[in-house]
């Protein structure tokens, strides 16, 4: 009998449905965000906080940007990271692209999107001190809205973090999401760098 459950756990067939299972699971978890989505309808109502100080944020009366003002009619490269002061955010998501400027440019892309599940001081004083706040537009989804819309939250209370957010990246044109890339893990930085979305638009 025993000999007969080591066999089927290793029969390809089963392999194989095993993997399909995991597929289904990865494709659910993002399927609101998938080529073709129109970013703006997936996230009704929600808006997001441009990085600021706290005095420019009591100025501004503490005004939110609407998803219609970032991508409606434009060119867009947007990525999201787990948070500001992390270790990859820091030393190699961010980097990343501001190291890209140019080609960007020369592909036309209107603005290039950081956003992270922080309030937006935080976000503003890390582009800052990243010295990256000339070169990417950065905003913050304090309260993780915009991510959990898209099915991009994740919980990260293991790193101290809280409910945070899926590595990812994405070119969206004209509010269309033309090309999705997600990190099988936060900590990891295989697929969302500057190079292949460059490659991808």
Same mark, same amino acid.
């Given at each position: %009998?025993? %000999? ?7 029969? $390809? ?5 095993? !993997? /399909? ?8 978890? +993002? ?6 989505? *129109? ?5 009704? @109502? ?7 100080? #706290? *005095?420019?944020?009591? /100025?501004?009366?503490? /005004?939110?940007? $609407? ?8 060119? =867009?490269?947007?990525? @999201?990271?787990? @948070?500001?002061?992390?270790? =990859?955010? !820091?030393?190699?998501?961010? $980097? /990343? ?12 892309? *209107? ?7 922080? *309030? ?5 004083? #890390? ?6 706040? &000339?070169?990417?537009? +950065?905003?913050? &989804?304090? &309260? ?8 991009? &939250?994740?919980?990260? !209370?293991?790193?101290?973090? @809280? $409910?945070?957010?899926?590595? #990812?990246?994405?070119? =969206? ?13 936060? !900590? ?14």
């Amino acid at each position: %009998m025993a %000999m007969s459950i080591l066999k089927l756990r290793n029969s $390809p067939a089963l392999r194989s449905a095993a !993997s /399909s299972a995991r597929i289904g699971v990865l494709s659910r978890a +993002f399927s609101k965000l998938s080529e073709g989505t *129109d970013i703006t309808s997936a996230a009704p @109502g929600v808006s997001l906080q441009k990085a600021r100080s #706290w *005095d420019e944020g009591v /100025s501004s009366k503490f /005004s939110t940007t $609407p998803l219609s003002d970032i991508f409606k009619g434009k060119k =867009v490269v947007i990525f @999201g990271l787990p @948070g500001a002061y992390t270790g =990859v955010c !820091s030393q190699q998501h961010v $980097p /990343s692209y501001k190291s890209h400027m140019d080609k960007f440019k020369a592909k036309g892309i *209107d603005s290039i999107i950081c956003v992270s599940v922080n *309030d937006p001081y935080t976000i503003n004083g #890390w582009a800052e001190k990243i010295g990256a706040k &000339d070169a990417i537009e +950065f905003y913050g &989804d304090f &309260d993780g809205k915009f991510h959990k819309s898209l099915g991009l &939250d994740k919980d990260l !209370s293991a790193a101290l973090l @809280g $409910p945070r957010s899926e590595r #990812w990246s994405a070119y =969206v044109e004209d509010g269309k999401v033309k090309a999705v890339n997600v990190e099988e893990a936060p !900590s990891d930085f295989k697929v969302t760098g500057a190079e292949v979305i460059l490659g991808q638009i």
